[in-house]
């Protein structure tokens, strides 16, 4: 088994070389690939060295299965010629999720969907990945009809840059002065929320909300669910937040979805009514588990429940998500 990482010096790729290692994933021989620009660098894995090397028409020779993790466009160029030389990619840009012939696979949700590959799979949106692992059991309980999305998305989501933005910016802002820093977003990070993820679109929805609605539909196999969303950056450095209201078919109580998902796949139930007990980014962090907690009725629309959903974005959200996938295949 030789296993391929692409973007093996970002941050997905480097959680994707940590969760192979913990999971003690089995593979002969690893290959680190990334850009030019970090071609030389040393990483360590397993205890030894490796040379990361530039990516180029050879790399994927004799490979099995290519974890990718650099971008779109990256990975519109170097998956088919990985999946050419026999290797099945498993991506984690946006590339070749709505694709109608490459699965898109969270394996507590939609396992048997990698069966049908082509030589490569995707991997979802970090947000939506959370928020189908949580949802789905309850779905299979009561018909999910409608959901809300408002999303709380740290930086680490962007990429390594955006972390140095970040704390850059906040020291800044701390000692009175502008937040400097690459400027990642449309403004500065620091100590501000954002509510605009990815590119507007004519219609005045971001890709990041289009992402959201469509990649649900395709994961839980409900090409008719509704889905309202708006997805806000925040300046958390790792862990995304997710305040969430579902609609249901049939009645379904705080009470049966708290049971529901304490029995469900990947699912942590963190919730105390009346205490002050709920998920937190910083505790959910280097964690596997997608937490659920404020468990409760919605206010406004019959059966409907209100949940808070956190996960960590580069573990569930991304690496851990293409392991399970990698360990399936
Ligand atoms: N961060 C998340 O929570 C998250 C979640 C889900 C999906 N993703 C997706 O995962 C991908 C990587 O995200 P990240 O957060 O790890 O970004 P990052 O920290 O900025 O790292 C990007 C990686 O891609 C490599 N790369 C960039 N351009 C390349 C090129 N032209 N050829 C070869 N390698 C190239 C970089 O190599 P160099 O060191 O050589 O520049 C680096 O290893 C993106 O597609 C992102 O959308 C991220």
């Avoid at 993790?69 to 984690?92: H, K, L, M």
């Avoid at 048997?112 to 309850?138: F, H, M, W």
């Avoid at 105390?272 to 505790?283: C, I, K, N």
Wanted: hydrophobic share 40%.
């Amino acid at each position: 088994m030789r296993v391929a990482v692409l973007g093996a010096t970002g941050l997905v790729g480097r959680e994707m070389l940590k969760v192979l290692e913990q999971r003690e994933f089995a593979l002969d021989d690893i290959v680190l690939l990334a850009s030019e620009r970090s071609a030389g660098t040393e990483v360590t894995f397993c205890g030894k060295k490796h040379t990361v090397r530039a990516v180029d028409d050879d790399s994927f020779k004799g490979v099995d299965v290519a974890l990718f993790s650099a971008g779109g466009s990256t990975s519109r160029r170097w998956a088919p010629i990985a999946a050419a030389s026999g290797a099945v990619v498993v991506d984690n840009s946006s590339a070749w999720r709505m694709d109608p012939t490459v699965p898109l696979v969270v394996p507590e949700v939609n396992p048997e969907d990698i069966r049908e590959n082509k030589g490569i799979i995707a991997n979802p949106n970090c947000s939506t990945i959370q928020a189908v692992v949580a949802l789905y059991p309850l779905h299979r309980k009561a018909g999910l009809e409608y959901v809300s999305y408002s999303t709380y998305q740290s930086v680490s989501g962007t990429g390594k840059e955006a972390l140095e933005t970040l704390e850059a910016g906040s020291r800044d802002v701390l000692a009175g002065n502008e937040p400097s820093g690459a400027l990642v977003y449309p403004h500065p990070i620091a100590f501000e929320l954002l509510p605009h993820i990815g590119a507007f679109g004519e219609d005045g929805v971001t890709d990041e909300e289009w992402k959201m609605v469509r990649e649900s539909q395709k994961i839980m196999h409900l090409p008719d669910l509704r889905v309202s969303c708006t997805t806000v950056r925040v300046p958390v450095f790792r862990g995304h937040g997710e305040a969430i209201v579902a609609k249901f078919r049939d009645p379904i109580s705080p009470e049966e979805a708290r049971e529901i998902l304490r029995n469900a796949p990947g699912v942590d139930v963190q919730d105390e009514p009346g205490a002050s007990v709920y998920p937190r980014p910083r505790y959910c962090e280097g964690k596997d588990a997608v937490y659920v907690g404020r468990i409760r009725r919605d206010t406004g629309i019959d059966n409907a429940l209100a949940l808070w959903v956190v996960a960590d974005n580069l573990r569930k959200g991304a690496a851990l998500n293409a392991v399970q996938i990698a360990e399936l295949l």
